[in-house]
């Protein structure tokens, strides 16, 4: 089977899905369109009056936050109940911009100009994030500073099951993105780098250890999907980073930086800055980080050259 540069098989490429695995995705779509019409207060509740209902889920979860954030050297601490809080916050608002367009005042921008910058740059453009605060901004509002002409494209794994991937897709692509398959990544990054188009990917997206290891703490480390950011680079994208944060008013913040641009300083240096990245913006809000993230660990000795 194909492999893409996540190193799995995609869902959508693979044959007939199991009947559990249709049942839960069948489940997961119903549950996220009920969520979408939940009053806010009663959602969050989840995280808060309900949660020892679900004992054994808390007990796994607050056991990572023993292991993780407990072990990391910001001073704040992080209960259980006020991830459970924040993980819901973020959830609601990515769910609430599912399928609809950005409304005016629920979020702010900086950094505009770099975004822009690189899109009139007559080059190929790279968007690079990762999984901190409400992602589904990232895009939307990066489509939304696009000319009609251009479509912002997604390089993202699908989810479990098809339905919940087409269910993820329909919202996705209804408001200038497009999605690709991991398993076509290699062609449609020639197809963009030869139209000079526009790709966005998450750093943190991938279960193989080839493209290395990202620090989020002096700690704790998650994996680095370098290969396709090397990709571009190597052949003159110019890559933006950008993050999205939540705000306690509850609107939504989504700062571009400056390109980073091969022509200028050498790929070594240019991954650097990245990993630089990733570290600078955890750390400046990692509350609104996926602590349950499978793939987020302590350093090993193993991981030291």
Same mark, same amino acid.
């Given at each position: ?38 009053? *806010? ?9 309900? $949660? ?6 808390? *007990?796994?979860?607050? +056991? ?44 702010? /921008? ?17 968007? /690079? ?48 993105? *497009? ?25 943190? +997206?991938?279960?193989?250890? *080839?493209?290395?290891?990202?620090? /989020? ?24 980073? /950008? ?35 990733? $570290? ?26």
């Amino acid at each position: 089977m194909k492999r893409g540069f996540f190193g799995h098989e995609s869902n959508l490429a693979v044959g007939r899905e199991s009947i559990l695995r249709q049942a839960s995705g069948h489940a997961a779509v119903a549950l996220l369109r009920l969520f979408r019409i939940t009053p *806010k207060p009663i959602l969050l509740s989840l995280g808060t009056t309900l $949660l020892p209902l679900y004992l054994r889920v808390r *007990k796994a979860h607050a +056991q990572k936050l023993r292991e993780k954030w407990n072990q990391t050297p910001w001073s704040r601490p992080l209960n259980l109940r006020d991830y459970y809080r924040m993980r819901l916050r973020l959830f609601h608002r990515n769910l609430q911009l599912h399928g609809r367009p950005l409304q005016v005042g629920e979020y702010t /921008v900086s950094g505009l100009q770099h975004w822009n910058s690189a899109l009139s740059s007559q080059k190929p453009v790279l968007l /690079v994030s990762h999984h901190l605060g409400p992602v589904e901004f990232l895009h939307r509002v990066a489509a939304a500073s696009m000319d009609s002409g251009r479509i912002l494209q997604l390089l993202t794994a699908p989810a479990f099951s098809r339905i919940l991937t087409a269910f993820m897709r329909e919202g996705r692509e209804r408001f200038g993105a *497009k999605i690709l398959p991991p398993d076509s990544a290699g062609l449609a990054l020639r197809k963009i780098l030869r139209n000079r188009e526009v790709l966005a990917v998450m750093l943190d +997206q991938t279960s193989r250890a *080839k493209g290395g290891v990202l620090s /989020v703490s002096p700690s704790l480390i998650g994996p680095f999907n370098w290969e396709p950011v090397e990709f571009m680079l190597f052949r003159g994208a110019w890559v933006v980073p /950008v993050t999205a944060r939540l705000m306690d008013t509850g609107v939504v913040h989504v700062a571009f930086e400056a390109p980073l641009i091969a022509g200028r300083e050498n790929l070594p240096t240019l991954r650097r800055r990245l990993e630089e990245f990733v $570290l600078r913006t955890w750390q400046a809000s990692p509350e609104q980080g996926n602590w349950s993230y499978p793939r987020l660990r302590r350093i090993r000795p193993t991981d030291i050259p």
